[in-house]
């Protein structure tokens, strides 16, 4: 994988394109990185070549919790379970937890966040991820909410 | 997959209203977190409590920066780091707080606000929500609020300033250490007043009942809500309640989840001037350093004895320190002690 440990502008490159789902069939692409969710309002985009994956909050989510002011993350090497509280997202007044969707180790922090927070907000499904986390069950990626679903949950919770 | 449901019939039928008749900051705060993480999360309950004289911080904030430990402590007050955002607060007798949980879809900072505000003009305060949503007398914030959000539900807590011993605790909160350079989230203070000076019959039981009805008119429109009084009897009942309660009073919590910071202390001895840089994360000191050494060599050598035990040591209590000099004698024990007491105090 190219830019999972690249220097900062590669990294935001990367980043960028991380939703993107890459065809299997295309030629260039060495590997695989598809995004799915969870019903804590976060996405989850597996790169099934590293078997790491980054994490972060879905556009509703930010959007409910308003102007992030604070966020605290998991420490680099944490070893994670699924359903974890590994961090902790304060908005104006609110505090929300950081779920781990899944298993696995903390492999990288986001750690602009700590003097940009309000990424958060502006591009949270981008340059707003959290962690990157080297799954230890990748079966349990496929275990979360495909696009659709997500969509439909959303849907299903704001009627 | 699960979908929340929001038809408000069903809803309304699982309204219910909890007073805790508990003093104990914990223990309600224990039991605010039950309700939050063990009932239907598609129910919406109201849950009024006092707490006895005690300093609520926010999730993310610094105690070291917000309050000044050591008054508070002569005062034999304690502090309490609660699970939801925002301040410190402080809390007596004459305060009430109320905490109104919903599903996590219908959450809006406003919406309860208002429902409390209603609940005030029924007996004749001029209460509305200002543009922060905090509740207002003419002008004069009377409720603090803070929120916490988990995967279906959300809860709004508030303060209500009823009659409070607001004077008390002058000179304990707010900003005294500048150098202490923290992350996390600093408190905003604001002109408060007590509801009394509007309504001087109003007290604690006045304002449950006041809210109680504005909520049954609210949210009870189907069915009738229960009312349930709840004691620390609980504790006994209720393991989780029970495992919130130590949990808020463990160190861990308390002291170890504290935003990582950095303090520049400095101090003058008859022996020169001495200034340190400290760095802590969960309130474990990661490294210290001399940023100004004292001019006496032999002061010189025990301050860079003294920076080199610290690190990985408690911020505030340095009991590591302490029991590593515990039972040793002579003058570079007693050196060690002077800027350890020293140190502590400026902590």
């Known amino acids: 994988m190219f830019a999972l440990r690249s220097a900062a502008p590669l990294a935001r490159t990367f980043a960028r394109s991380a939703p993107r789902f890459v065809a299997p069939s295309s030629i260039l692409s060495r590997s695989i990185v598809t995004k799915r969710y969870s019903q804590d309002h976060e996405w989850l985009s597996f790169d099934s070549d590293t078997g790491v994956g980054s994490i972060g909050i879905t556009d509703y989510a930010q959007r409910q919790l308003g102007d992030v002011v604070f966020i605290e993350l998991p420490g680099q090497g944490t070893e994670i379970a699924t359903g974890d509280s590994i961090g902790t997202i304060e908005s104006v007044k609110a505090v929300s937890e950081i779920y781990a969707p899944v298993s696995g180790r903390v492999e990288e922090i986001n750690g602009e966040l700590e003097s940009s927070p309000e990424t958060l907000n502006s591009d949270p499904e981008n340059e707003g991820w959290l962690a990157k986390i080297k799954l230890s069950n990748p079966g349990e990626f496929e275990q979360l909410l495909s696009e659709e679903a997500y969509k439909a949950y959303c849907a299903g919770a704001d009627q | ?347």
């Not at chain 2, 007798?93 to 809006?108: A, D, I, K, M």
């Not at chain 2, 400290?278 to 002061?299: E, G």
């Open chain 2, 1 to 347: 997959m699960h979908l929340v449901q929001l038809d408000l019939s069903q809803l309304s039928c699982t309204s219910t209203i909890y007073v805790s008749d508990s003093h104990n900051p914990w223990f309600n705060l224990a039991f605010e977190d039950w309700i939050f993480r063990k009932t239907d999360p598609r129910a919406v309950v109201l849950y009024m409590y006092r707490n006895d004289p005690s300093v609520i911080i926010g999730r993310n904030q610094n105690p070291w920066k917000e309050i000044n430990l050591h008054q508070l402590n002569d005062l034999g007050i304690p502090f309490v780091r609660r699970k939801s955002g925002g301040g410190t607060v402080y809390h007596d007798l004459g305060n009430t707080n109320y905490c109104v949980f919903v599903p996590r879809e219908q959450f809006e900072r406003r919406i309860n606000a208002e429902l409390v505000a209603r609940a005030l003009n029924e007996v004749k305060i001029p209460a509305n929500v200002n543009e922060r949503n905090d509740i207002c007398v003419e002008g004069f914030k009377v409720s603090g609020s803070a929120f916490k959000l988990v995967n279906a539900r959300a809860y709004h807590h508030g303060t209500m300033l009823i009659d409070a011993k607001l004077g008390d605790l002058r000179g304990v909160l707010g900003t005294t250490k500048h150098t202490l350079i923290t992350k996390g989230v600093p408190s905003v203070s604001s002109p408060v007043r007590n509801l009394v000076q509007w309504n001087s019959d109003f007290g604690h039981e006045k304002f449950v009942g006041a809210v109680s009805e504005e909520f049954k008119k609210t949210y009870g429109e189907f069915e009738e809500v229960q009312v349930t009084r709840v004691n620390e009897s609980e504790l006994e009942r209720n393991e989780y309640v029970k495992g919130v309660s130590d949990e808020l009073q463990s160190w861990d919590w308390q002291w170890g989840s504290t935003p990582e910071f950095t303090h520049d202390i400095e101090g003058s001895f008859p022996f020169g001037d001495i200034s340190l840089h400290i760095t802590s994360r969960h309130a474990l000191i990661t490294s210290a350093s001399l940023t100004r050494p004292p001019r006496n060599p032999a002061w010189y050598r025990s301050a860079e004895h003294f920076v080199s035990l610290l690190e990985g040591d408690r911020y505030g209590t340095l009991e590591g320190v302490e029991k590593a000099l515990e039972g040793m004698e002579g003058i570079k024990t007693e050196r060690l002690r002077t800027l350890v007491e020293w140190l502590k105090k400026e902590m």
